[in-house]
């Protein structure tokens, strides 16, 4: 599929829209978070299955960033920053213990193996990084993302999107050859730091300044198209400086929190995330082939058993640091699971990896592995933990929503 | 701009988004309607003049398509099918003339400019279909869409469609040799009354009891999903029958309006119209070259010359066309001005012209020419006719706006 016309792109919407909401109501009638059944619906449509969803294409891709974008944009938008700030601390031992465990499990177990030092390094890399889609968005179904666990994942997520810029500067470096220096480390990380403190300090003064004044216009959907602007702008920002572009859209939900708007914007975002967010999940579950996991394919029992020994070493490692913050009153299983998710970003780890000869394909095949079996584990164990002790069962209400409205 | 990463992708939405609001904002200060401005921001941020936007990049094709699927769909959702039925004989006579008019004009004069037969058809072809986006849009935001002569220029634009979908048959047959037999003016013209009807008849009944079953589970954002399936699903119906696709979309906005769960839909949508439809306006604006105006380039006078014969042409027919039905007693002048934009299919007829070495390329940028300036023209004319006798100036309170709440 070189380039989509019209009319075949109008099938894959309907085909996207409609079989993730098919079955993302599935997945909530068996008790299970309805973005389970979104990205089951994307391993069905995906390219290994039925074909109709090329997650690489690029009219996939540019949605789908689209869709995890205003995803992290509403989140923020739900989001005290105050409160966010209260668990700051507690957030940064997770995400320093959810860096460190996972690399060092994942460099034991690659030199257990016998493999080299580089490839144990880029491993155990690869491990590091949680993606904080998957978790935002079960929170969000279960209407919990502001209780303190929601608050402290989505504080480490933020905290380890740094660290992972950190290491991937020095991973980088060792791989390619270009060496590390501190001055390059020092920068990357000032650049980070620079651009979350200056968001934040001076979005605060001037975001809701300005929105007043644009908010005097009283044309519909300018709020809407203001907080997009505000969102793409610091999603791409964050971009230029190293980061995530998602935590440049959560930064800037943060900031229209602080507004007298927020509903406004609010509004607008939810209805275009109706729209995108499955696509996000979608394209995640497309991007999965499930010829790998045919155990009849000798080829695959390698990958498959080296697979398991990283999905074991991923979960085990980011649950344990949930635990790590001692003082912490809230439900410390709740934060691990959270954190457990991977996504792009331990691939990244791994196609660098592969590229500079430092992965074989089947350690790559592996970190694949990790990174689908995470994601996919990740909801259903959410959801056990945070409707366990005979709390009422909201999921039902919550299909397919992007932030509980209070 | 082979494949668009995600930042550049970004800075795009952030400049389409940015000056679309601007300019419209701009435009309304001047009185003008906002499209206006969104059109103009579409000139500047144009390959011709800033080159951020290219029209023909697949991904600003495909969300300016959604943008207009999603225009008419809002506006299918705001009609009232019976009131439309009920200006039916009205608007196909309007239709009727406003297809007969432009083209024996446009042969008239061809070959008083000593043009062959096959040329003079092709450029009479170019020269009858009305693209109701721009005058859907402009009523819309004065607030008129419901008014008499709002809905005889919605339903002339259906059958315009009709009737342009026969003419191409026969063109195409003429042009490319492969003759024009009954049967086949048949065929197309049984399957285009045939998806008409057919949706009318049978989507009455079936979508209002499919959207009562599946709003009982009260899921957010069900509705909207749903509406959009149904949307897209019509439309890409219409385009296998041989229609234009908004055709469809317009069709599931009338089975929507009678469905209980109108409010709900039109919410979602009017939302996601927000982000999308400037990008078609953007799109349609960017698609012009402000080079072939450049009268200094003696290249372009040939051009020019034909372009202005053809505008007068163009203008004064479609206006005419409004007066064919003596005894309606609405504002002619605004049916004959609400016809007056062209669009695409006068640019597909063109361009088989082109191809089957029928069009000089003279010929071809006059016909451009002319689709460029009865898309500019229309807006500033509409507004000053809808808002003239004292009526009060509704615009500044709807830019942006897709469809005037009551």
């Known amino acids: 599929m070189d380039h989509l016309d019209v009319p075949h792109f109008l099938a ?27 990205l089951l619906a994307g391993v069905i449509l995906g390219a290994s299955v ?9 009219i996939v891709h540019l949605l789908s960033e689209l869709g995890v974008l205003l995803l992290l944009f509403a989140i923020g938008i739900e989001t005290d920053l105050k409160r966010l700030m209260r668990v700051g601390g507690t957030a940064a031992v997770v995400a320093i213990a959810g860096v460190v465990f996972p690399f060092v499990l994942g460099y034991i177990l ?13 491993v155990g890399a690869s491990l590091t990084a949680t993606s904080v889609g998957i978790t935002a968005r079960v929170f969000s179904e279960l209407g919990k993302l502001r209780e303190p666990e929601g608050q402290v994942v989505l504080g480490a997520a933020i905290i380890d999107d740094v660290i992972g810029l950190i290491i991937l500067t020095v991973v980088a470096g060792l791989t390619g050859g270009g060496g590390v220096t501190l001055t390059k480390i020092a920068t990357t990380t000032g650049l980070a730091f620079g651009f979350l ?8 003064v001037i ?6 004044f644009l908010s005097r216009t009283k044309h519909a959907g300018t709020m809407t198209s203001v907080g997009l602007i505000l969102a793409f702008g ?12 998602i935590i440049g859209a959560f930064a800037a939900g943060l900031l229209v929190n602080e507004t007298r708007q927020t509903e406004e914007v609010e509004h607008g975002i939810t209805a275009l995330g109706h729209f995108f967010v499955p696509i996000f999940f979608v394209a995640v579950g497309a991007g999965v082939d499930v010829k790998v996991f045919n155990p009849f394919d000798t080829g695959n029992h390698t990958t498959l058993m080296l697979g398991g020994l990283m999905i074991i070493v991923a979960m085990v490692s980011k649950f344990a640091a949930g635990f790590a913050p001692f003082w912490f009153k809230g439900r410390k299983s709740v934060v691990g699971v959270g954190m457990i998710p991977r996504g792009e970003v331990g691939l990244i780890f791994a196609q660098m990896g592969v590229n500079q000869g430092v992965l074989n394909p089947q350690l790559f095949g592996a970190v694949t592995l990790m990174v689908m079996a995470t994601t996919f584990v ?17 999921a039902e209400d919550g299909i397919g929503e992007l932030v509980n409205e209070p």
């Open 12 to 38: 894959m919407l309907i085909l996207i829209l409609g079989v993730a909401r098919l079955l993302g109501a599935g997945a909530a009638r068996l008790g299970q978070p309805s973005v389970l059944g979104e």
């Open 50 to 58: 039925l074909g109709v969803v090329d997650s690489k294409a690029e």
């Open 234 to 245: 610091l999603a791409w920002i964050a971009h230029r400086c190293g980061l995530a572009p």
């Open 197 to 204: 403190v200056g968001t934040v300090l001076v979005g605060r």
């Open 110 to 122: 690659c030199k257990s193996l016998g493999q080299p030092e580089l490839t144990a390094i880029v």
């Open 207 to 212: 975001v809701p300044r300005v929105f007043d």
């Open 378 to 394: 990740t909801p259903p164990l959410l959801k056990r933990l945070l409707t366990q002790k005979g709390e009422p069962n909201k």
